[in-house]
């Protein structure tokens, strides 16, 4: 046994792979997959909008969208590059059939949902929902780290420094949260991102008050 083999190590098994092309309709297995920063390319690129809300559909409420789950949406082809994806079939709980670009698209998933709705490509609009989110997100954490400042007073300690990142973290999760059943769009900060943020805050103070 090589010195290189026995540094490598598995940690999982890749057992099926799955693309959901609109948020939360059922969606195509694959066998490959061009992968980004965000995941699977084509993977919840479209979405429905709740015209009487403004908001996305989401079957995370149940009792409005729950009947989501009855659909199933895929791409003819494969997703090859960002920004030009494939057309879109979406199938009906009754098993017929209509492409994302048809006129009567929008009509046509209203009447089954029984709910005012339309189908949108939401690369463009998921991403200012984003930004915008993030730049809340961002402004949230500056403000939980200022609500802190008096432990700040005693950060010399890797331990009270620990217990701030915790406490900001915690709020910063929740108002995440919040934004996301809001919007129904997720913020592209992740959890590290955010730890990244808290600590480079506190360091800011920490400098101001050094100053």
Known sequence: MTASSMNKTVVGRVVS??????????GEELNSSHVTERGLLG??????IDQGTGKVASAKNPRKWGMLFDFRAAFIDSPQIIGNIPRLRIIFPDGTQIFADQDDVHSALSRVLG??????????YFSAISVSQDMTLRQS???SVMEQ????????????QRKVQKQVLTV????????????GAEASMN??????YVELVINELRSNRVT
């Not at 993977?43 to 429905?48: E, G, I, P, V």
């Not at 005012?116 to 490509?121: K, P």
């Not at 400042?149 to 009270?160: C, F, H, N, P, V």
């Not at 910063?172 to 919007?183: C, F, G, N």
């Open 17 to 26: 792979m799955w693309r959901y092309p609109v948020k939360s309709m059922l």
């Open 43 to 48: 993977d919840r690129a479209y979405a429905l």
């Open 149 to 160: 400042s008096k432990l700040l007073d005693s950060i010399g300690t890797a331990e009270m």
């Open 115 to 124: 709910l005012s709705c339309y189908l949108i490509y939401n690369g463009l």
């Open 141 to 143: 954490i500056r403000k």
């Open 191 to 196: 959890e590290g991102e955010m730890k990244d």
């Open 172 to 183: 910063a999760k929740k108002t995440s949260a919040a934004m996301e059943e809001k919007s």
